[in-house]
């Protein structure tokens, strides 16, 4: 499995961004020391998996903050904690570090670093050595099925303070029935497709309304 993964966002390909993704992380406390202490060798945005719902929610906060660099409109440090910061439903910089960012406990994380015109030495080649070099984790796929596994689904409701509604409704409503009134286990699947996308464009929202 690829360690680093090179992507492209769309009108914006002067800025390709390189993404490792890893799960099981024993080094969490040093990674996190390094973007502390400023370390220019570990200019990363750590995010942990545990609050990414999907790859497009990880990457609107990419197209945001990358937007936001070549508009002269920084928020934070670099575009590297401004992808951070972008995650958040509201402007509080701390918390989004907080919320977002690496904590001691954090068990799997993603990895981005974003390529310019004036880092040529940045390569997809050069990012996966550095990486597999300092992440003490196992390398997973940058996929909805990776963060189907490793995301929280509770704890981004809370951070974006988004009510679950199927827990309101009446069991009646939450088991769908066939034409014969078997419930029909087949169902879920599709039902938890359906919630994952209905939560999905709900945090696009609030990261679009954000300062706006």
Same mark, same amino acid.
């Given at each position: 499995?690829?360690?680093?993964?090179?992507?492209?966002?769309?009108?914006?390909?002067?800025?390709?961004?390189?993404?490792?993704?890893?799960?099981?992380?024993?080094?969490?406390?040093?990674?996190?020391?390094?973007?502390?202490?400023?370390?220019?060798?570990?200019?990363?945005?750590?995010?942990?998996?545990?609050?990414?719902?999907?790859?497009?929610?990880?990457?609107?906060?990419?197209?945001?903050?990358?937007?936001?660099?070549?508009?002269?409109?920084?928020?934070?440090?670099?575009?590297?904690?401004?992808?951070?910061?972008?995650?958040?439903?509201?402007?509080?910089?701390?918390?989004?570090?907080?919320?977002?960012?690496?904590?001691?406990?954090?068990?799997?994380?993603?990895?981005? +670093?974003? @390529?310019?015109?004036?880092?040529?030495?940045?390569?997809? =080649? *050069?990012?996966?050595?550095? !990486? $597999? %070099?300092?992440?003490?984790?196992?390398?997973?796929?940058?996929?909805?099925?990776?963060?189907?596994?490793?995301?929280?689904?509770?704890?981004?409701?809370?951070?974006?303070?988004?009510?679950?509604?199927?827990?309101?409704?009446?069991?009646?409503?939450?088991?769908?029935?066939?034409?014969?009134?078997?419930?029909?286990?087949?169902? +879920?699947? @599709?039902?938890?497709?359906?919630?994952?996308?209905?939560? =999905? *464009?709900?945090?696009?929202? !609030? $990261? %679009?309304?954000?300062?706006?």
């Amino acid at each position: 499995m690829a360690a680093v993964q090179a992507l492209a966002l769309g009108h914006l390909p002067g800025n390709p961004l390189f993404v490792g993704t890893f799960r099981d992380v024993k080094n969490v406390s040093f990674l996190r020391s390094q973007l502390l202490t400023g370390n220019p060798d570990y200019e990363y945005a750590f995010i942990d998996a545990e609050v990414i719902l999907s790859t497009t929610h990880l990457l609107a906060a990419c197209f945001r903050a990358i937007n936001n660099l070549n508009a002269n409109r920084l928020k934070t440090r670099n575009v590297h904690s401004e992808i951070v910061f972008a995650l958040s439903p509201n402007n509080n910089i701390a918390e989004s570090f907080r919320r977002f960012g690496l904590v001691d406990d954090t068990k799997h994380i993603v990895a981005i +670093k974003v @390529g310019m015109s004036t880092t040529p030495d940045i390569t997809e =080649e *050069s990012v996966r050595r550095h !990486l $597999m %070099a300092n992440v003490e984790g196992n390398a997973a796929a940058l996929a909805d099925a990776t963060f189907a596994e490793t995301g929280n689904v509770a704890r981004i409701r809370k951070l974006y303070k988004i009510q679950d509604q199927s827990s309101a409704q009446p069991k009646s409503q939450k088991q769908p029935k066939l034409a014969n009134g078997v419930t029909g286990p087949e169902s +879920k699947a @599709g039902e938890d497709f359906n919630k994952v996308n209905d939560l =999905e *464009s709900i945090i696009l929202g !609030l $990261m %679009a309304l954000k300062g706006s």
